[in-house]
Protein backbone atom coordinates (compact mmCIF):
# COMPACT_ATOMS: atom_id res chain seq x y z
CA UNK A 1 0.00 0.00 0.00
CA UNK A 2 2.88 2.75 0.98
CA UNK A 3 4.92 1.55 -2.15
CA UNK A 4 1.56 2.49 -4.44
CA UNK A 5 0.49 5.70 -2.24
CA UNK A 6 4.14 6.84 -2.59
CA UNK A 7 3.80 6.28 -6.70
CA UNK A 8 0.59 8.19 -6.69
CA UNK A 9 1.98 11.38 -4.55
CA UNK A 10 4.71 11.33 -6.80
CA UNK A 11 3.30 11.86 -9.83
CA UNK A 12 0.52 14.31 -7.98
CA UNK A 13 3.03 16.61 -6.46
CA UNK A 14 5.01 16.66 -9.95
CA UNK A 15 5.40 21.17 -11.35
CA UNK A 16 4.05 20.31 -13.96
CA UNK A 17 1.43 18.64 -12.60
CA UNK A 18 0.49 21.44 -10.53
CA UNK A 19 0.50 23.91 -12.75
CA UNK A 20 -1.78 21.73 -15.49
CA UNK A 21 -4.41 21.31 -12.76
CA UNK A 22 -4.14 24.98 -11.69
CA UNK A 23 -5.12 26.11 -15.04
CA UNK A 24 -7.68 22.77 -15.66
CA UNK A 25 -9.56 24.21 -12.47
CA UNK A 26 -9.48 27.99 -13.64
CA UNK A 27 -11.08 26.69 -17.07
CA UNK A 28 -14.18 25.20 -14.75
CA UNK A 29 -14.28 28.19 -11.97
CA UNK A 30 -17.38 30.35 -12.61
CA UNK A 31 -16.08 33.24 -10.17
CA UNK A 32 -14.30 35.72 -12.29
CA UNK A 33 -12.01 36.65 -9.43
CA UNK A 34 -10.83 33.05 -8.46
CA UNK A 35 -10.70 31.83 -11.99
CA UNK A 36 -8.14 34.71 -12.60
CA UNK A 37 -6.21 34.59 -9.94
CA UNK A 38 -5.55 30.54 -10.53
CA UNK A 39 -4.36 31.27 -14.06
CA UNK A 40 -2.32 34.54 -13.02
CA UNK A 41 -1.12 31.93 -10.42
CA UNK A 42 -0.45 29.15 -12.97
CA UNK A 43 2.00 31.07 -15.06
CA UNK A 44 3.78 33.03 -12.68
CA UNK A 45 4.58 29.54 -11.25
CA UNK A 46 5.65 28.44 -14.63
CA UNK A 47 8.16 31.54 -14.89
CA UNK A 48 9.46 30.91 -11.79
CA UNK A 49 10.10 26.81 -12.10
CA UNK A 50 11.27 27.60 -15.66
CA UNK A 51 14.00 29.90 -14.66
CA UNK A 52 17.13 28.90 -15.17
CA UNK A 53 19.20 30.27 -12.26
CA UNK A 54 16.82 29.76 -9.75
CA UNK A 55 16.39 26.11 -10.30
CA UNK A 56 20.03 26.03 -10.74
CA UNK A 57 20.82 27.30 -7.21
CA UNK A 58 17.96 25.02 -5.47
CA UNK A 59 19.79 21.88 -6.90
CA UNK A 60 23.27 23.53 -5.72
CA UNK A 61 22.29 23.48 -2.71
CA UNK A 62 20.43 20.11 -2.32
CA UNK A 63 22.95 17.93 -4.10
CA UNK A 64 26.18 16.37 -2.34
CA UNK A 65 29.39 17.52 -3.80
CA UNK A 66 31.57 15.12 -6.00
CA UNK A 67 34.28 13.62 -4.44
CA UNK A 68 37.51 13.59 -7.29
CA UNK A 69 39.13 10.42 -7.25
CA UNK A 70 42.54 11.70 -5.90
CA UNK A 71 40.87 12.54 -2.80
CA UNK A 72 39.64 8.54 -2.45
CA UNK A 73 42.62 6.83 -0.66
CA UNK A 74 40.27 4.24 0.97
CA UNK A 75 39.97 0.80 -0.60
CA UNK A 76 36.35 -0.84 -0.26
CA UNK A 77 35.42 -4.11 -0.46
CA UNK A 78 32.51 -4.03 -1.87
CA UNK A 79 30.34 -0.33 -4.01
CA UNK A 80 26.73 -0.24 -4.32
CA UNK A 81 25.01 1.18 -7.12
CA UNK A 82 21.08 1.92 -7.13
CA UNK A 83 19.69 1.30 -10.04
CA UNK A 84 16.43 3.74 -11.21
CA UNK A 85 18.25 4.83 -14.56
CA UNK A 86 17.47 1.49 -16.83
CA UNK A 87 15.30 2.02 -20.02
CA UNK A 88 13.67 -1.05 -19.73
CA UNK A 89 10.10 -0.25 -21.66
CA UNK A 90 12.32 -0.41 -25.22
CA UNK A 91 12.81 -3.11 -27.09
CA UNK A 92 14.07 -5.19 -28.70
CA UNK A 93 15.43 -7.17 -25.32
CA UNK A 94 18.39 -7.90 -27.12
CA UNK A 95 20.22 -4.98 -25.36
CA UNK A 96 20.98 -2.49 -22.61
CA UNK A 97 19.23 0.77 -22.27
CA UNK A 98 19.64 3.40 -20.03
CA UNK A 99 17.36 6.45 -19.26
CA UNK A 100 18.96 9.58 -17.33
CA UNK A 101 21.82 8.67 -14.70
CA UNK A 102 23.99 6.54 -16.91
CA UNK A 103 26.94 7.89 -14.73
CA UNK A 104 25.89 6.20 -11.99
CA UNK A 105 27.46 2.75 -14.05
CA UNK A 106 30.11 4.91 -15.76
CA UNK A 107 31.77 6.18 -12.67
CA UNK A 108 31.41 3.18 -10.59
CA UNK A 109 32.92 1.09 -13.58
CA UNK A 110 35.78 4.03 -12.85
CA UNK A 111 35.82 3.19 -9.39
CA UNK A 112 36.26 -0.83 -10.20
CA UNK A 113 39.09 -0.21 -12.96
CA UNK A 114 40.69 2.07 -10.64
CA UNK A 115 40.50 -0.39 -7.79
CA UNK A 116 38.68 1.70 -5.30
CA UNK A 117 36.09 -0.81 -5.23
CA UNK A 118 36.76 -4.71 -5.25
CA UNK A 119 33.01 -5.73 -6.33
CA UNK A 120 29.85 -4.42 -7.38
CA UNK A 121 26.60 -4.36 -5.73
CA UNK A 122 23.82 -4.03 -8.40
CA UNK A 123 20.76 -3.49 -6.48
CA UNK A 124 17.29 -2.78 -7.46
CA UNK A 125 14.39 -4.30 -9.13
CA UNK A 126 11.38 -2.60 -10.59
CA UNK A 127 9.99 0.54 -9.23
CA UNK A 128 6.76 0.43 -12.22
CA UNK A 129 3.45 -0.32 -10.49
CA UNK A 130 3.24 -3.07 -13.13
CA UNK A 131 5.10 -6.10 -13.92
CA UNK A 132 8.32 -6.27 -16.03
CA UNK A 133 9.86 -9.20 -17.46
CA UNK A 134 13.41 -8.18 -16.36
CA UNK A 135 14.53 -6.42 -13.93
CA UNK A 136 16.69 -3.20 -13.85
CA UNK A 137 19.58 -4.43 -11.53
CA UNK A 138 19.62 -7.55 -13.90
CA UNK A 139 19.76 -4.78 -17.53
CA UNK A 140 22.66 -3.10 -15.49
CA UNK A 141 24.31 -6.19 -14.49
CA UNK A 142 24.17 -7.15 -18.61
CA UNK A 143 25.59 -3.61 -19.24
CA UNK A 144 28.79 -4.06 -16.06
CA UNK A 145 29.73 -7.43 -18.64
CA UNK A 146 30.11 -5.45 -21.81
CA UNK A 147 32.37 -3.45 -20.19
CA UNK A 148 34.71 -6.32 -19.09
CA UNK A 149 33.02 -6.54 -15.50
CA UNK A 150 33.43 -10.41 -14.65
CA UNK A 151 30.29 -12.03 -12.77
CA UNK A 152 32.81 -13.16 -9.97
CA UNK A 153 32.93 -9.09 -9.07
CA UNK A 154 29.02 -8.73 -9.44
CA UNK A 155 26.67 -9.38 -6.83
CA UNK A 156 23.00 -8.67 -7.62
CA UNK A 157 19.74 -7.65 -5.45
CA UNK A 158 16.79 -7.14 -7.97
CA UNK A 159 13.76 -7.42 -5.06
CA UNK A 160 13.42 -3.64 -4.29
CA UNK A 161 11.00 -1.42 -5.33
CA UNK A 162 12.75 1.36 -3.68
CA UNK A 163 15.39 2.72 -1.65
CA UNK A 164 14.12 1.76 1.85
CA UNK A 165 14.30 -1.89 0.35
CA UNK A 166 17.10 -1.82 -1.46
CA UNK A 167 18.70 -0.81 2.14
CA UNK A 168 16.48 -4.47 3.78
CA UNK A 169 17.95 -6.34 1.04
CA UNK A 170 21.51 -5.55 0.08
CA UNK A 171 22.05 -5.45 3.99
CA UNK A 172 20.26 -9.13 4.33
CA UNK A 173 23.19 -10.33 1.81
CA UNK A 174 26.45 -8.12 2.52
CA UNK A 175 25.84 -8.40 6.34
CA UNK A 176 27.07 -12.38 6.28
CA UNK A 177 30.46 -11.30 4.78
CA UNK A 178 31.17 -7.95 5.52
CA UNK A 179 30.59 -4.32 7.61
CA UNK A 180 29.57 -1.27 6.46
CA UNK A 181 33.16 0.59 6.78
CA UNK A 182 34.18 -1.68 4.16
CA UNK A 183 31.09 -0.67 1.39
CA UNK A 184 30.96 2.37 -0.78
CA UNK A 185 27.23 3.81 -1.72
CA UNK A 186 26.87 4.83 -5.26
CA UNK A 187 24.07 7.02 -6.53
CA UNK A 188 22.84 10.39 -8.08
CA UNK A 189 24.16 13.54 -6.23
CA UNK A 190 20.12 14.31 -6.15
CA UNK A 191 19.46 10.95 -4.48
CA UNK A 192 22.15 10.61 -2.33
CA UNK A 193 20.91 12.24 1.03
CA UNK A 194 17.74 10.04 0.88
CA UNK A 195 19.54 6.76 0.31
CA UNK A 196 21.99 7.31 2.66
CA UNK A 197 19.59 7.77 5.14
CA UNK A 198 17.98 4.55 4.18
CA UNK A 199 20.73 2.65 4.54
CA UNK A 200 21.93 4.32 7.94
CA UNK A 201 18.64 4.11 9.59
CA UNK A 202 18.74 -0.25 8.98
CA UNK A 203 21.97 0.30 10.87
CA UNK A 204 24.54 0.65 7.75
CA UNK A 205 26.41 3.54 7.44
CA UNK A 206 29.03 4.12 4.70
CA UNK A 207 30.72 6.30 3.06
CA UNK A 208 29.06 7.74 -0.10
CA UNK A 209 30.24 8.66 -3.76
CA UNK A 210 28.01 11.12 -5.56
CA UNK A 211 27.22 10.83 -9.71
CA UNK A 212 25.09 12.41 -11.88
CA UNK A 213 24.46 15.86 -11.15
CA UNK A 214 22.31 17.78 -12.93
CA UNK A 215 23.51 21.19 -11.70
CA UNK A 216 25.43 23.18 -13.56
CA UNK A 217 28.56 26.26 -12.85
CA UNK A 218 26.67 29.41 -11.82
CA UNK A 219 25.70 32.13 -14.31
CA UNK A 220 24.51 35.40 -14.36
CA UNK A 221 24.07 35.36 -18.45
CA UNK A 222 21.05 36.76 -19.59
CA UNK A 223 20.17 33.75 -20.73
CA UNK A 224 20.02 31.95 -17.22
CA UNK A 225 18.66 34.78 -15.37
CA UNK A 226 15.66 36.13 -17.74
CA UNK A 227 15.10 32.85 -21.03
CA UNK A 228 12.42 30.17 -19.69
CA UNK A 229 13.66 26.83 -19.86
CA UNK A 230 12.07 23.45 -19.91
CA UNK A 231 15.14 21.48 -18.34
CA UNK A 232 14.54 23.65 -15.39
CA UNK A 233 11.21 22.43 -14.96
CA UNK A 234 12.40 18.80 -15.24
CA UNK A 235 14.75 19.43 -12.06
CA UNK A 236 12.32 20.73 -10.04
CA UNK A 237 10.16 17.66 -10.70
CA UNK A 238 13.58 15.51 -9.74
CA UNK A 239 13.97 17.74 -6.18
CA UNK A 240 10.30 17.36 -5.68
CA UNK A 241 10.37 13.89 -6.04
CA UNK A 242 13.28 13.79 -3.76
CA UNK A 243 11.65 16.11 -0.93
CA UNK A 244 8.35 14.09 -1.21
CA UNK A 245 10.28 10.90 -0.75
CA UNK A 246 12.08 12.12 2.63
CA UNK A 247 8.72 13.44 3.99
CA UNK A 248 7.10 10.13 3.15
CA UNK A 249 10.32 8.10 4.58
CA UNK A 250 10.06 9.77 7.17
CA UNK A 251 6.31 9.46 8.08
CA UNK A 252 6.99 5.67 7.59
CA UNK A 253 10.01 5.63 9.71
CA UNK A 254 12.52 4.59 6.68
CA UNK A 255 14.69 7.21 7.96
Known amino acids: MFFFLSKTLSYLTQPFVIICLLLVISFFVRRPRLKRGL???????????????LAN???????????????????????????????????????????RGAERVTHTLQLYKLGTIKKIVISGGSGKLTEVPKQE??????????MGVPDSAMVIENKSRNTHESAVEVIKILSKSTSPDRCLLITSSYHL????????HEGWKMDTFSTDFISHKRRFSFEALFIPKVDSINYWTILVREWVGMIAYKIAGYI
Do not use: H, M
Request: proline fraction near 5%; include cysteine; charge should be negative.
Open 137 to 146: ADYLADAFRL
Open 193 to 200: RRSDACYA
Open 39 to 53: AISSFILLFVLSNDF
Open 57 to 99: EIVLWWEVPPTPYQDISKRYEFGIVLTGIGGTDNGPDDRVYFG
